[in-house]
């Protein structure tokens, strides 16, 4: 569609946060539209939320995944764990209902585990069966975003109130690894265990689709691309635990593809900028 001017209007994009009972599971929620008479292309660094994509129109290409499988046209999907970047077009429009889990929130409201697609897109009705066409054409007919939101708030509760809850030493990892953003050291976190280090690790890949090092580091990319905006790059090396700045570069490198510098001018969208939760600061 075009605006009255005939230029193309920018992506319509509504946030609805996470419901009170889906808190720890569900980080937020997003409701996107964008038309388009051009082709458009776009790069997504490494991120620790898991995107479940409930689509109205036309299929996502995947392009390319640096470190994962499941490229070719995608309509409604979920993005495993994937420590990398991956690169997407369309050519018309994209119109779709995103829902931002959680680690823990995949491993309680997903038919399947974290490590079995982790690195991977796969389709919607694969890792929730009832969420297939039926369902989809549920929320299209809701009309209005609020309401679209509210049908799958419910979805999301009843899912919620029939699973179990997640492994309870992997939850304490997971909460300790995301409250430090990702600075701190696992192996001081295993010995709080009282496990071995591959026990531990095997647990926590299989619930969350990493190991504690790999989801981490995830995480400390994410925290460390937000203070570039604000800090330099020694500075965030520095506030982030990084050996150095060669460090810092490599790990920015293998998340997102391209060097600090490059990843800030291009402000690459992310989960937790469609979230509105981005914060700069590099304490």
């Given at each position: 569609m075009r605006d009255v001017a005939g230029?193309?209007?920018?992506?319509?994009?509504?946030?609805?946060?996470?419901?009170?009972?889906?808190?720890?599971?569900?980080?937020?929620?997003?409701?996107y539209r964008e038309d388009t008479t051009r082709r458009v292309v776009r790069r997504q660094p490494?991120?620790?939320?898991?995107?479940?994509?409930?689509?109205?129109?036309?299929?996502?290409?995947?392009?390319?995944?640096?470190?994962?499988?499941?490229?070719g046209p995608k309509e409604s999907f979920v993005v495993g764990l994937m420590p990398g970047h991956a690169t997407t077009a369309f050519a018309s429009s994209q119109h779709c209902l995103q829902v931002y889990l959680t680690p823990l929130g995949a491993a309680r409201l997903l038919d399947a585990p974290a490590a079995s697609i982790a690195c991977s897109v796969v389709d919607l009705a694969d890792v929730i069966p009832a969420f297939d066409e039926g369902f989809r054409e549920r929320l299209w007919a809701a009309r209005s975003w609020d309401r679209r939101f509210e049908v799958m708030d419910r979805a999301l509760l009843q899912r919620l109130a029939g699973s179990e809850s997640a492994d309870p030493m992997v939850a304490w990892m997971w909460h300790q690894i995301d409250r430090s953003r990702g600075t701190a050291r696992i192996s001081a976190l295993v010995g709080e265990t009282g496990l071995s280090h591959r026990h531990v690790s095997s647990r926590f890949k299989q619930t969350i689709g990493a190991t504690p090092k790999v989801a981490a580091a995830v995480v400390r990319f994410e925290w460390a691309a937000q203070a570039l905006h604000r800090a330099s790059i020694a500075d965030v090396a520095a506030a982030y635990g990084y050996a150095d700045q060669s460090h810092l570069i490599r790990e920015f490198r293998r998340f997102s593809g391209e060097t600090p510098t490059q990843l800030r001018e291009a402000r690459r969208p992310t989960a937790h900028t469609a979230l509105g939760a981005v914060t700069d600061d590099a304490s």
């Open positions: 230029r193309e209007p920018g992506p319509v994009l509504v946030r609805h946060p996470a419901h009170p009972g889906l808190r720890g599971m569900v980080a937020g929620m997003v409701g490494a991120g620790s939320l898991i995107p479940l994509v409930v689509s109205f129109g036309p299929r996502l290409e995947i392009l390319d995944l640096s470190h994962g499988t499941g490229l």
